[in-house]
Structure formats: structure tokens, C-alpha cells
């Protein structure tokens, strides 16, 4: 009987071993593995790979581009693919199921419709500022010194359309003047009215401070002490839908590194 329980013993301790050997083992082979994966764990225990689609403003076009490359060559494996347009274009595009894991906004409120409509995952970071200024042809030909000089009939001037983030700054700043602006066409991002000022299209526009500083001098740019009544804030976030929410994630980091922010400010942004 003794050797009985003396071998009932020993099996229920080797029993106990073997179960605390494999509870201490691979912990990332059961709730962590899955869709995503294969980009490393929220430990980085490995390099992120793979590809994603960043949807991105129209006015992050240089920066992103620069970051997207940036990134690529630091982590090798990984492709950083990009669509620029008008933030609340891009929102639609979104919302009618198009396929992207990152989207960065050109202010707080697009994003919020993707939040609220529970498109995006987590809570999106602010990463960088914008404020506006009036693009004019090189030289100033019309001789522009402030917003009101916009409100003259004889100035043709382009706007972006009230729902894109840089019309309603226009229409901030348009009431923090008290004037009255009255563009001859409203357009779906800030790239389409940077455009029709350099191409001659018009004579003025209202474009971000970073739109000129990297327009290589196709436009020239005049400040106006309105602009500070609208500062856009930028948000980026990881999209639901996203196919590698582990890379999107790190790219979305990296951007509000201290190589991101470098680049952006470089650019002319400003801190959030």
C-alpha cells in the first residue's frame, strides 16, 4: 500500500511539472497569434513586415512620402504605400469600404466621423500643427499684404470647399477678419489650390504655411495675423479594417517619433 501512494505521489508531481513547463512557454502561440501577427507583438519581440495603404491629406504629401521611404529602409520587408487627397474626400472613401490601415487627417474633426462611426481602433495621436497663409505668384504681382486685400473684387481667389479641413480654417479665418471672401472656385484640397495659384489660374489662395515652404518657389507666400484663429491639428490612427494592424501601428509611431517629427518640422509644421 505504501508503494502505492509513494508512486501516486511522484506521477502527480512529474503531472504538475509538465503543466507549469508548458503554461511558462510560447506565450505568444495562443491569444496573440492571428490575423497580424506576423508584424511583432506590442513588445516588439519581432521586426514588423509586410504591407500597408496609409490614407494621408493632401498637404502631408512631401513629408509622408519622405517618412514612407524613411521607414521602409529601416525596416526592410515592409512597403509603405500612400493615397493624398482632401481629408474628408478620403473619410468617404473610407466609409464606402475602401481598403486602408493607416489614415492621418489634416484636423481633429474628419477624423472624429471615422471614430464615431467606429472606423478607426483605439484613439488616434496628434502629431503635428498647421496654420494658414495666402499663396500669391511669385514676385506678388496684386501686391497682397493681408486677408482683407482678398475680399477686393479684383483679386481672383481659390479656396478649398468648406468641408475640406482647410476650407473651414478659411471660413475661421474669414470671420476672425470680418470680411467677406468671395473665391472663384472651391476646391477638395489644399494641393488643387496651391495648383491654380502657381499655374495662373489665380491670383491668390489660401493654402498651409508648409504648401508654400514646399512649393519650390513656384508661389510666394504672405502671412496675416488671422491665421493664428485657426491652427489645424493632424491625428493619425489605425483603421479597423486593417489587414496588418501591427505594422500600421509602427509606421503610425513613427511618425510621431522624433525622426517623424523632425521631418515634419523641417517641413514647417509645429508641434500638436
Known amino acids: 500500500m505504501k508503494t502505492l501512494l509513494r508512486s501516486a505521489a511522484v506521477t502527480a508531481v512529474v503531472i504538475a511539472a509538465l503543466a507549469t513547463s508548458a503554461c511558462s512557454s510560447s506565450p505568444g502561440a495562443g491569444a496573440g497569434a492571428g490575423r497580424g501577427s506576423s508584424t511583432g507583438s506590442a513588445t516588439g519581440s519581432s521586426a514588423p513586415t509586410g504591407s ?48 486602408a490601415d493607416v489614415f492621418a487627417s489634416a ?42 486685400d482678398l475680399a477686393s473684387s479684383d483679386v481672383q481667389l481659390v479656396t478649398c470647399a468648406s468641408p475640406v479641413p482647410c476650407g473651414a480654417a478659411a471660413d ?9 471672401l468671395r473665391p472663384v472656385s472651391e476646391e477638395q484640397s489644399v494641393a488643387d489650390v496651391l495648383g ?19 512649393s ?15 491652427v489645424n491639428t493632424y491625428p493619425i490612427g489605425v483603421l479597423q479594417g486593417s489587414t496588418n494592424p501591427g505594422l500600421a501601428a509602427s509606421f503610425a509611431a513613427y511618425v510621431r517619433s522624433d525622426a517623424g517629427r523632425q521631418v515634419l518640422t523641417d517641413a514647417g509644421f509645429g508641434a500638436p
Open 216 to 230: 519650390g518657389g513656384r508661389v510666394d507666400g504672405v502671412r496675416f495675423e488671422e491665421s493664428t484663429e485657426a
Open 172 to 180: 475661421a479665418v474669414e470671420r476672425a477678419a470680418g470680411v467677406t
Open 196 to 214: 491654380k495659384v502657381a499655374s495662373g489660374q489665380a491670383d491668390a489662395g489660401l493654402v498651409y504655411v508648409t504648401d508654400v515652404a514646399g
Open 52 to 99: 500597408i495603404t496609409v490614407f494621408a491629406a493632401a498637404s502631408l504629401q512631401r513629408t509622408f512620402t519622405e517618412l514612407g521611404e524613411r521607414y521602409e529602409q529601416e525596416h526592410p520587408g515592409t512597403t509603405i504605400t500612400f493615397s493624398f487627397a482632401g481629408s474628408s474626400d478620403l473619410v468617404s472613401q473610407i466609409r464606402n469600404g475602401a481598403p
Open 107 to 148: 484636423d481633429e474633426a474628419t477624423m472624429a466621423e471615422l471614430t464615431g462611426a467606429d472606423l478607426a481602433t483605439g484613439w488616434p495621436r496628434d502629431f503635428a500643427t498647421n496654420t494658414l497663409e495666402i499663396a500669391v505668384a511669385p514676385g506678388n504681382p496684386e501686391g497682397i499684404e493681408d486677408l482683407r
